[in-house]
Nanobody, 127 residues
Framework: VQLQASGGGLVQAGGSLRLSCTNS????????MGWFRQALGQEREFVSD????????AYADAVKGRFTISRDNTKNTVYLQMNSLQPEDTAVYYC?????????????????????WGQGTQVTVSS
């Protein structure tokens, strides 16, 4: 698995960006995929994830209603559509993948549950 994230940039508050994460190492169809972010001086935090089996999604409260995660298994890519961006969304965004079974859905909300990580893409939202 080799994840490559892209799509970050500088945007004004209220604007939109779409992040992409592609597995150049092959298929993502059997991997649970997640997006995390890390602001300067902060811990990495969960943003969103999508289940490989049924496509179920989950979002952090801070982004719910503004961000949408999706996946295209034919392109080995997961997306994060980010709308109504705010300065507090400024962070490095990381995509992650994992294929090991979990006891609870909640485990996917923590970074340590993912074995594979992309390099991160910077998102900066100006006020």
């Amino acid at each position: 698995v080799q994840l490559q994230a892209s799509g970050g940039g500088l945007v004004q508050a209220g604007g939109s960006l779409r992040l992409s994460c592609t597995n150049s190492g092959g298929s993502i169809s059997s991997y649970h995929m997640g997006w995390f972010r890390q602001a300067l001086g902060q811990e990495r935090e969960f943003v969103s994830d999508i289940n490989w089996r049924n496509g179920a999604t989950a979002y952090a409260d801070a982004v719910k209603g503004r961000f949408t995660i999706s996946r295209d298994n034919t392109k080995n890519t997961v997306y994060l559509q980010m709308n109504s961006l705010q300065p507090e969304d400024t962070a490095v965004y990381y995509c992650a993948a994992d294929s090991t079974p979990k006891y609870s859905r909640l485990e996917y909300y923590t970074a340590r549950s993912y074995a594979y990580w992309g390099q991160g893409t910077q998102v900066t939202v100006s006020s």
